[in-house]
């Protein structure tokens, strides 16, 4: 059973940026896909980012156009999510994931859920 815990979500004024991250236990976390989505408020969970267990590979939602990345690092079991360029639409709860089945962009796939951390931004 994996364990996720989101952290270093919080409140940042438009342009500005936030690194978001993800810290796993239990399991094989470190071979895992690992997926970050978002909550905005009244709106359906939305695929923001994924990257693979040996963090050569990544996705990206198409909102994110350049402005995120997202990163690895095994030895403290911790996926990041660098946000830059934050503007107000990107006011949500952000959520970390692990395992899906198979389509990374799809919450319904994924095995393991953190339980996610606030990000508003302010205008």
């Known amino acids: 059973q994996v364990q996720l815990v989101e952290s270093g979500g919080g409140l940042v004024q438009a342009g500005g940026s936030l690194r978001l991250s993800c810290a796993a236990s239990g399991g094989s976390s470190s071979s895992y896909v690992m997926g970050w989505f978002r909550q905005p408020p009244g709106k359906e969970r939305e695929f923001v980012a994924a990257?693979?267990?040996?963090?050569?590979?990544?996705s990206f939602g198409d909102f994110v156009k350049g402005r995120f990345t997202i990163s690895r690092d095994d030895a403290q079991n911790t996926v990041y999510l660098q946000m830059n360029a934050l503007t107000p639409e990107d006011t949500a709860v952000y959520y970390c994931?692990?395992?899906?089945?198979?389509?990374?962009?799809?919450?319904?796939?994924?095995?393991?859920w953190g339980q996610g951390t606030q990000v508003t931004v302010s205008s």
């Open positions: 994931a692990a395992d899906p089945v198979s389509r990374w962009h799809d919450p319904n796939e994924y095995n393991y």
């Open positions: 990257i693979t267990g040996s963090g050569n590979s990544a």
